[in-house]
Each structure stands twice: as C-alpha cells, then as structure tokens.
C-alpha cells in the first residue's frame, strides 16, 4: 500500500515538514490524530481552503483522523501573517456565525461518523482562560527576541506592531497543546505562511510535555505567473454556491493557464498520476479537454455531479456561441430601469463584471465587452428594453466571462 506522505509529495502538497523520515514512517505504520485550523474571518471557506480540505481528504483516506479546527477564539485577534496592518477587529456574534457556516461546509468534505474526524472550536478553551495563569503556564516558554526574527513580526516593526497581535503566536501554540492533551494530536498542519505559528506549538508541546509532535506546511495555491490562485476581480472564489455560483467556479478552473493544468489536477483532484500527467501532456487546443477534466472534477466535489454536468453544459453552449441559460450567472433587475435607460458603465459596476466605473471604462475603450455578441464600442452606451430579447441579455467581458440580466 502506498504511504500516504509519498502520496502527497508525489502530487506537490508538501512544502517543509520537521522530521520528515519519522513522520514518512509514522503515517505508513499508524494511525494518528492531526489538526488544521480555519480562523472565521467570513462567512465561507475558499478555494484556498479547499487545498487543505483536500490533505485532510487524503489523509482521511488513508485511515488517519483529521481535526478541523474552526477559530472561534483566534479570530478574535487575527493572524499578523502576511499583514502590514492590524486585522479589522470582528465582534463575537460575527465570528461565531462564520463559524457555524464553516462548520456545514466541512460536513460536505469528510466523514465525521463513528468518530473518523472532529470538529472542534479555540473559542471553547481560550475564551475562558486566566491571563497571569497563561502567561506563567505558556508565556514563559516564548523568547521575545526570537520572535521578533520572525518574518510575519519583522515586516511589522516599522508600521507598528501591537501587543494585542503579538499574542497570536502564543494563542495558536496553545491550541496544539491543547489538542495533543486532550485529543492525542501529534500533527499541525497549514499553509506556508504558517510554519512560524506551527513551529510554536511544537516547540511548546516539547517544552511543556515534553512531547514528540510533527509540523507539517503545504504550499499555497499559486498560479504559473505567481499570483495567488481563487481570486478574480470579483474578489475570491468561495465554496459556498451563493457567493460563487458553480458556473463560476467551473469556468474559472476551465480558463486556467496551461502550464498550471498538470499541477491543479494533482492538488485539486484524485485523480491517478498516471492520468495527471497524461493530461497535463496534452499540447495545443488539446489541453482544453484537460481543462475540462479539471473544472468538472473539483466542481462536482464541491458541489455534486448535478451541478458540475450543469456548468459544464453551459460552458460547452457558450463556447459554441449557443445562448442556453444552463447555470450561467444572472442578476435580476427591474423593468422600469431599463425603461428609463441605464449607462452600460452603470450596469456592468451594478453586475459585479467591474469593480469600478474607471475599469468599466477602460474595459469598453479595449474593446472587451460585448451585449448578445455585439461589441459595445462607446463608453456612453445606453442600455433599454429594445436590447432585450425575451427579458434576457449575455453580457460578456473578454473572451471568458459571461453574465445575463433578466427583466423581472
């Protein structure tokens, strides 16, 4: 059988482990207990989260049990990482609704029965705990000068950096100490960005239990370009269907860069390597079928077979310039606009396909967008009922992207 950590350095999860060899060793002969958190800072998990969701998976799978932690308690500092000021602070009832959200969307990915997984919240063990009690029992293991090395602190010195985010450190450590104690948890796992944080707590477990504890980060979800994959300029592309339609999803996974193909099917599928690569392989106008395979298989994972068959019918008549409604995106709007007239500007800043009426602008003036197949060539375009057929409009921007306004 194959051990799971090969597994997972095969398809390129791994990024840096402590001990590699002894955990490589421990993950093929036992069965332990391993942990990721998920601090509530909104209202759905993304598709950055989803590559995590996906080493729990695999893990699962291979007869581990996987902790998600939800950060019902760290959210309410707000992890320094990555920052280059303080986290908009979040009131109680916010966070724990999020919580609550992330919590249904965990139940759709792995197999909480029989005790095979746990969900667990900080907020139950950290809001009641005793400052100088903590500080004498926790504190005392942390060097402030050390610290302050650290990349996710160092870059804050100069714009400020408060004592209030200082302690996100310790609090996250906490919890791997926590979990070990109460749940036998050997393994904290989390993105790249997170080794310092993860470092902490086994660090603690060590000095406190003197215990033996695994580290383990994954790569963040980049593109070929470097950027950070699961954004567009809508904003992130969330797993929840309300905020990011599956239509969207799938064409977003359908319009990947092509040296990206090979590796999103390896993170993003189980999919067998051989096929990856196989498909990953494929040159030329080729490369869509792999495109294709990618989007059809994280979007019925995420949102079942019925959704993904749904979107990828759409995306097949679109690209065939078929005008079927299939699970394109629509926004409803009220007949008495479109009597009176609307900007096409004002419009596509209304739909959400500009951020803003500058972009809307620029977009018009390159020439990418067009109204039922028609380029739209003056940014003073007037948009009224005669352009609508059926009460329906296809708007689409560039190439890709596509949108209806239905009359109601």
């Known amino acids: 059988m194959t051990n ?102 965990f139940e759709k990915f792995l197999d909480f029965s029989d005790g095979k997984a746990l969900m667990v919240n900080n907020a139950d063990w950290l809001s009641d705990l005793n400052y100088l009690d903590f500080m004498r029992e926790i504190g005392v293991h942390f060097s402030v000068n050390r610290m302050l090395t650290l990349e996710n602190y160092k870059t804050r010195l100069e714009t400020g950096l408060t004592f209030f985010e200082f302690g996100y450190l310790l609090l996250q450590s906490y919890d791997f100490l926590h979990l070990y104690r109460e749940h036998n948890c050997v393994l904290q796992i989390g993105g790249s960005d997170q080794w310092s944080n993860i470092l902490g707590g ?125 699970s394109i995106p629509f926004t409803e709007m009220e007949r008495s606009i479109f009597e009176e007239g609307i900007n096409i500007v004002d419009l596509i800043k209304d739909i959400g396909l500009a951020k803003s009426k500058s972009e809307g602008r620029r977009l018009i003036q390159q020439g990418g967008l067009s109204i039922d197949d028609v380029k739209v060539d003056s940014i003073d375009r007037v948009v009224n009922l005669d352009d609508f057929q059926e009460d329906k409009i296809l708007i689409r921007k560039g190439k890709k992207v596509y949108h209806q306004v239905r009359i109601k």
């Open 4 to 105: 799971v950590f090969d597994t997972l350095k095969e398809r390129g999860y791994i990024d840096q482990v402590t001990f590699e060899d002894e955990l490589r060793e421990l993950l093929g002969n036992e069965s332990i207990t391993f942990y990721i958190g998920f601090d509530a800072t909104a209202d759905s998990l993304t598709l950055g989260h989803f590559l995590q969701i996906m080493v729990m998976k695999h893990l699962q799978m291979a007869g581990h049990r996987p902790i998600a932690l939800l950060g019902g308690g760290t959210t309410m500092i707000g992890d320094p990482s990555g920052r280059t000021d303080m986290r908009k602070l979040m009131t109680k009832e916010f966070i724990d609704k999020n919580a609550q959200k992330f919590k249904v969307q």
């Open 202 to 326: 086994y660090e603690l477990i060590r000095r406190v239990e003197n215990g033996k504890s695994y580290a383990m980060t994954i790569k963040l979800l980049t593109t070929a370009s470097g950027e950070k994959m699961g954004k567009t300029a809508k904003g992130a592309i969330w797993l929840d269907p309300n905020k990011t339609p599956p239509y969207e999803l799938y064409q977003y996974l359908r319009n990947v860069d092509d040296r990206d193909v090979e590796k999103f099917l390896a993170l993003l599928t189980f999919l067998p390597m051989d096929e990856v690569r196989r498909l990953g392989s494929l040159e030329g106008a080729e490369i869509n079928k792999a495109k294709e395979v990618l989007a059809y298989e994280v979007t019925k994972f995420i949102h079942g077979e019925e959704e993904a068959i749904k979107a990828q019918k759409a995306s097949r008549a679109l690209f065939a310039g078929a005008k079927e409604d299939g």
